[in-house]
């Protein structure tokens, strides 16, 4: 396919020689004036411009600052075609941003050079171009899988040590930890059934009071960096979601809406095991509330195996189609497996409150 070339030329005389020498090699398209350049090119989409420098209505020089300040034509190489002659023109000409300088009356066979060097260099240009974003994306993967995987080993080391926690406080402060491990400011209220407990604020502040208000309504509030998710016995106001960051927002709803509900059932559990024997109706309500949180807990793990499995091979598919070199694809594929080597570690502790389920319903 012919590479195609844009000449703007006020000369007729000019014009037609450039059509005509140009016509077997190249295609050409040709306009008196460079008023409308940006809109021409736009439609023409040219691998090259050759711009005469003094037009009506637009000389040369603005024409190929207008064109190198646009995103979509600053690429396309530009050759000026001029019968000024000076140093002072041609450096006015390269500050202009144009590659080359030619000068009337030009010679044929120095004007196909210089043409089909302009055209070799842009090639080449756009194919580092094309390296270095691709390189960019397979590192913004690489880092994303990394913070996605090390997000879900936070939030299965919470699961793992909600499991040891005897009581509210310890719990409440097992969330603030989780949640200071993802980069988040937050606040807690946990509704027991011994009264209302505050975490990251008091019950008095600010926080206190909103998340007091908040907590008889289960339904979930985003208003950009803030947050708030609620269970009947639980709230968590978020100070600082990443809202300029729309793909870890995103995942970050999703963790926090795991963190919540399993806070929620481990609040439910620890008001279960501090009534006396005198309180429990039947040994079969302990059997429920064991049989409940048993259950919960292996939903969110399965709901989390799914994710990272989902993620790890949407990233795999990703990194394939990139078309990086082995070595690229090599240390992405390692740090994935790292990823879910250190995820599958933590998951083997999953049994923690399972046991300790067991344990309680044989009091």
């Not at 020498?21 to 411009?49: Q, R």
Request: glycine share 6%; hydrophobic share 35%.
């Amino acid at each position: 396919m012919k590479s195609h070339i844009l000449a703007f030329d006020d000369n007729e005389q000019c014009r037609g020689f450039v059509s005509s020498f140009l016509g077997s090699d190249f295609s050409v398209s040709t306009y008196h004036n460079a008023k409308n350049c940006i809109e021409d090119v736009k439609l023409k989409k040219p691998d090259l411009i050759l711009l005469d420098i003094m037009m009506p209505d637009l000389d040369g020089y603005e024409a190929c600052k207008l064109l190198k300040s646009s995103a979509e034509t600053s690429d396309i190489p530009i050759i000026f075609l001029s019968g000024l002659d000076t140093p002072q023109d041609r450096i006015e000409g390269y500050v202009c941003g144009a590659e080359d300088y030619i000068t009337k009356p030009f010679d044929s066979d120095e004007m196909v050079l210089k043409i089909n060097i302009a055209l070799e260099n842009a090639k080449e240009q756009r194919l580092l171009k094309e390296q270095f974003q691709a390189k960019q994306r397979s590192d913004v993967m690489a880092k994303n899988a990394i913070e996605q995987s090390f997000e879900y080993g936070i939030l299965m080391d919470f699961h793992r040590r909600c499991s040891a926690s005897p009581d509210y406080e310890s719990l409440g402060e097992e969330v603030l930890r989780c949640c200071k491990q993802l980069g988040l400011a937050v606040s807690l209220e946990v509704v027991s059934a011994t009264g209302n407990h505050y975490f990251g604020c008091q019950s008095n502040s600010l926080e206190g009071q909103l998340l007091a208000r908040c907590i008889d309504d289960q339904s979930h509030i985003h208003v950009k960096s803030r947050s708030i998710f609620k269970r009947k016995n639980a709230a968590l106001l978020i100070k600082n979601m990443p809202f300029e960051d729309m793909d870890r927002y995103g995942r970050f709803k999703d963790h926090l809406q795991v963190l919540i509900n399993s806070t929620s059932d481990h609040i439910s559990l620890i008001d279960l095991q501090n009534q006396t024997s005198d309180d429990l109706v039947t040994k079969g309500k302990v059997t429920e509330w064991s049989a409940r949180v048993k259950q919960a807990t292996a939903d969110q793990n399965k709901e989390a195996i799914s994710k990272v499995s989902k993620l790890f091979w949407s990233i795999e598919e990703k990194v394939l189609g990139l078309g990086l070199e082995d070595d690229q694809e090599k240390r992405i594929f390692d740090m994935l497996r790292e990823g879910e080597k250190s995820i599958g570690a933590l998951f083997e502790h999953s049994g923690t409150l399972n046991d300790l389920m067991d344990e309680f319903t044989k009091l």
